[in-house]
């Protein structure tokens, strides 16, 4: 997968913000303004190519901590028995690790390679009454959240922040799964793209529901 995505950069310019921003309750805060992937002389493909090359220029730049993607490169890895979950660790963690039964809260923005990295969900944009963000909460081997950001947060410690790439098979496979956008334009647009029948026909699945997530692991609450 590496070298496919370093043959790609001889095609895309890619420009793309630090990791991170600002400092929240001590936490570091994942920087969201992500910055627009310009394809260069894509105006003779089809759409289906078009569709792919978007999502590998995405998926490039979702992949760069730092200006120069050779650099970040080494660290990027398959996590072990993830089902093809890739991570760049942006922040190691000092904590503890979770296990099957704990109860996790996490910060995450979430993305969407075939919209060109449109963010789709973010906790932190989800506030309380005292305006600050309200993390993301579920347990471990409850079958309740997507496969890829259960195998990632398995795989961190507290106080870690990955950046992961989750192809389809371990994204959405229904509606009902979280983390789910509240609002309900956004979960529609992020529905009917995965979902989308006639792209599925064309054989454009193995894009449409390619994820990108900056997850946070904050907590750890023992069963």
């Known amino acids: 997968m590496i070298s496919a995505f370093s043959a790609a950069l001889t095609t895309y310019h890619l420009s793309f913000p630090p990791p991170f921003q600002s400092q929240t309750r001590n936490q570091t805060r994942i920087r969201s303004d992500i910055q627009t992937v310009n394809p260069v002389n894509l105006l ?19 992949l760069s901590g730092s200006d120069a993607f050779a650099e970040s490169a080494g660290k990027f890895v398959e996590i072990a028995g993830s089902g093809g979950v ?19 809260a996490i910060h995450y923005y979430g ?12 906790t932190y944009d989800h ?19 997507i496969p890829g ?23 959405y496979q229904s509606t009902s799964q979280e983390p789910i956008p509240p ?18 026909a064309n054989g454009e699945g193995s894009t ?3 994820l ?4 946070e692991l904050v907590s750890i609450r023992r069963s």
């Open 208 to 210: 449409l529901g390619t």
């Open 86 to 104: 890739n991570a760049l660790v942006l922040r190691a963690g000092s904590g503890e690790t979770p296990k099957d039964g704990d109860e996790v």
């Open 127 to 145: 506030k309380d009454e005292t305006g600050y963000s309200i993390p993301f909460v579920f347990t471990i081997g409850s079958g309740k959240v």
């Open 149 to 171: 950001i259960e195998a990632a947060v398995k795989s961190m410690k507290v106080g870690g922040i990955l950046r992961t790439v989750i192809p389809p098979s371990q994204g």
């Open 183 to 200: 609002n309900f334009f956004d979960r529609q647009r992020l529905f009917t793209t995965i979902f989308n029948p006639t792209r599925l």
């Open 212 to 215: 990108i997530f900056d997850i």
């Open 111 to 122: 993305r969407l390679a075939a919209k060109q990295g449109w963010r789709f969900n973010s």
């Open 44 to 62: 003779t493909t089809t759409r289906r190519s078009l569709l792919h090359h978007s999502a590998t220029a995405i998926l490039l730049f979702s």
